[in-house]
């Protein structure tokens, strides 16, 4: 009987010690927009305060005959072209992040960025919109 207790005592605490990380809680633009205006800047909130590390952002290129998956796409390189900006990583824990955005033209786009949680897990992930125009 003691050992089921602490089998489900177990069980119960996984969830909060699994997930102690600062996973991304919302991004402007959002993974998978189409927008009619290109932005201007990229904002990130974190469930918690998080250090952005990295932050690139590519143009895609077509290529129809390709399939990718998003898991594959955490390990692999672009296929597009990296669009040059003038970010610095960020030192400050923070939940919020804004990176401001050279002009970009019509196009779809990768974002890859890497944070560091307040525990100092890595976190990364990589988000895609599009701008299509009016």
Not at 51 to 73: R, Y
Request: proline share 6%; glycine share 6%; charged share 25%.
């Amino acid at each position: 009987m003691l050992k089921k207790i602490i089998l489900v005592f177990i069980l119960f605490s996984l969830p909060t010690t699994v997930f102690p990380h600062s996973p991304l809680k919302l991004a402007n633009p959002m993974d998978g927009a189409l927008l009619t205006e290109a932005p201007t800047e990229y904002k990130m909130l974190f469930k918690s305060p998080a250090k952005l590390i990295k932050f690139e952002i590519f143009q895609k290129v077509q290529n129809n005959n390709k399939k990718s998956s998003s898991l594959k796409g955490l390990f692999k390189k672009s296929d597009g072209k990296l669009i040059e900006i003038n970010y610095k990583p960020s030192l400050v824990l923070s939940e919020s992040h804004l990176i401001k955005l050279p002009k970009i033209n019509f196009g779809s786009y990768e974002v890859r960025w890497r944070a560091m949680g307040e525990d100092g897990h890595v976190l990364k992930g990589i988000l895609t919109f599009e701008v299509k125009g009016k």
